[in-house]
């Protein structure tokens, strides 16, 4: 490994400065401007943070609001679907009536339809 540190050319010393290369130096930091710079990386990850947790809490409210609705659909569906069967089962009993009380339903309409006329 090469040596490091400062090493100045002198009589008999030979150095390789091929893979030197020049450093430029950078801004000053103050120790105010240090905490400023801090000061406002905290602020922007408070914001993005915040601003996470916000649309988190939003997408969390949509799914919550669609399943609500899709439970409300279906549940209106099973009960179209449980009125549908009951009306084909009140159709079926006038049309085809085979016990007592479907007799004794169409005996009631018919005394209905001839006392009102």
Known sequence: MREFGTQMERVGISIDTRQDRAVQ????????M????REEASLYIQRMMRGYHGWKRVDALRKEKKTK???????????RKNEEIKHKQEIERRMHPRTKED???LYEELEVIFISH
């Open 25 to 32: 130096p950078k801004m000053y930091f103050t120790s105010e």
């Open 34 to 37: 240090w905490e400023e710079r």
């Open 69 to 79: 609705e899709e439970e409300q659909e279906r549940m209106e569906e099973e009960f």
């Open 103 to 105: 007799f004794d339903i």
